[in-house]
């Protein structure tokens, strides 16, 4: 086993949100790689925060991706691939060409990068590794968002009600939030019925209790719990 693994296993006996709050709360840094089947998905990580990642689904790629935005057209799209080359990305040659300003570029990489972190959020499978590596932000347009916000907009995206009873529990569970819940929701970007909900947990009460008092569906509010 090379040295620079420090963190492997799978993602049967853990879960991906469950993954990152504890690098995020380790402060580690480095990349963490996901594979399942061929497809192979990793994320640069400094100091527990999320700055890059990339995937070789080729329909995750930068061009794909703002073809489904609708931000280029086909032709676009077309060109701009055939002037790809090992030293210049898909994202430069469409500034060159004027399909893109560097300001939309930026915008575009985000959404591409943000895009492929989310829907780990759907893997219930696979392996993960973390390597230590030094990362080199040069030439990366890095994401700027807090990692309890990306957990917490990844776990929007989870449609599975078998994952998140078994998160939560019974209604009759009482709830009693951490030390560290109000300045972690802080940082995220939670609506008027999420911090409404949240607010409802008193350690006395149960999910049943929170349920009831929450403006928000019963399903809604057990996937913010």
Known sequence: MPESLVLQGFLENTSFPSLLRTLHHDKESGELTLTFLETK???????????????NNPDERLGEHLLRKGVITVEQYLESAKRITPQKRQGAVLCELGYLSP?????????????????????????????FTELDETNLITLNIPTEDV???????????????AAVGPPGTVL???????????????NEEELHALSSITGRGTAADVCAMSYLSNFETYRLL
């Open 41 to 55: 998905k990793s994320i640069l990580l400094k100091e527990g925060r999320l700055i890059f990642a990339s995937s």
């Open 103 to 131: 300001e939309r570029l930026v915008e575009a990489v985000t959404g591409q990068v943000m895009a492929i972190i989310l829907s780990l959020f759907d893997w219930t499978m696979g392996t993960y590794a973390l390597r």
């Open 151 to 165: 957990i917490m907009r990844g776990i929007k995206h989870i449609q599975s009600w078998n994952r998140i009873y």
């Open 176 to 190: 009693a939030k951490t030390e560290e819940c109000d300045a972690v929701s802080y940082r995220m970007k939670l």
